[in-house]
C-alpha cells in the first residue's frame, strides 16, 4: 500500500471530505527556491491588504519548526503547529489575530520533529484545513524555503503559487528549481506567478522576470506571470527590525505602495479558477479527480 492510499484511509476514517466544502475559497502558496528573500514579509503584507479589500484571511506558517510569522508580527501565539498536530488543539483555536484581523497559524519554533510529518499528522492536518472552509475566502501558505517533501505537497496541492526571487543568481536559479520540481509528473499545475523582490529598479526586476520566464518557457513549457517588482526598500528592513509589518508602519514606502499593487492584481485578474478547499484536500492526498 502506497502512501497516498494510506492517506486516503485515514481521511475516509474520519470522515474528513465531506458535502458541502467550499469550492471558492483560494489557496495561495507562497515560495522561494532559498530562504531569505523575503517570502514571509510578502504573506503577511498581502494578508493585511487583501482584509483591507474585505477578504477574511487566513496565513498558515507552514514552515514547520521556524517561527517566521509570528516573529515578523511581533506577536506571541498561545499555539502552533505541534498543538494540532498532537491534537491538543484544533486548527481554528490554535489560529492567532494579528494586525488587521489577519488570523496566523504558528509554524512553532525549532520543533525540528517536523521537518517531515507522518501519514497520521497529516490527516489531522487536512482535517483541520476542512474547519477553516467557513472561516476565510483567501488562504495563504507560507512554505519554507528549498525542495523538502513538505514544500513541494503544499505547492502541488495549491491552486495558485507566487514564486518569490531576488536578482542573485543563485535565487533566481533555485526558483527555476522549484518550479521544475513541480512540473515533474504532475497533470494539475497551478498558475505560476513571480515576484522579484529586492531590486534597485524596475528594469532590473523585469529583466530578471525575463531570464526566469525564458528558461521556464523553454525548458519546462512553463509560461509564468509576472505578479510584481518589489524594490529595496530601508523602510521595510527598519519594519523588520520593529517586528511590525511594513505596510502598517511605513504605508507609503515604496515597499508597500508595491505590494498592494500585486494584492490588487491578485484580486482583479482574469482566468483565475478557484477551485476551493475541497480540491486542495483532494490533491494534497494524491486523489486524482
Known sequence: MDQAEKLRNLVAKHEIIRPGLSTTMRVIAITSGKGGVGKTNLAINLGIYLTRANKRVVVVDADFGLA???????????????DVLTSEVSIVDALTTGPEGVRFLSGGSGLTQLADITDSQMAILIAGFTQLDSLADILIIDTGAGMSKNVTNFLKAA???????????TSVTDAYAIIKIMTENSTNLPRFRIVVNRV????????VFSRLY?????FLDVKPVNLGIIPYDKYL????KSQEPVSLMYPYSESSRSIEIIS??????????STGIKQFIERLIGIKK
Do not use: M, W
Not at 517566521?68 to 505541534?82: A, D, H, I
Open 159 to 169: 491552486h495558485e503559487t507566487i514564486v518569490v526571487t531576488t536578482s542573485d543568481p
Open 237 to 240: 528592513i527598519r519594519a523588520v
Open 200 to 207: 534597485e529598479t524596475q528594469k532590473e526586476g523585469t529583466e
Open 264 to 273: 490588487r492584481r491578485l484580486l482583479h485578474e482574469t482566468g483565475v479558477e
Open 214 to 218: 525564458r528558461v521556464c518557457n523553454r
Open 68 to 82: 517566521n510569522v509570528e516573529v515578523l508580527l511581533g506577536v506571541s501565539p498561545r499555539y502552533s503547529f505541534k
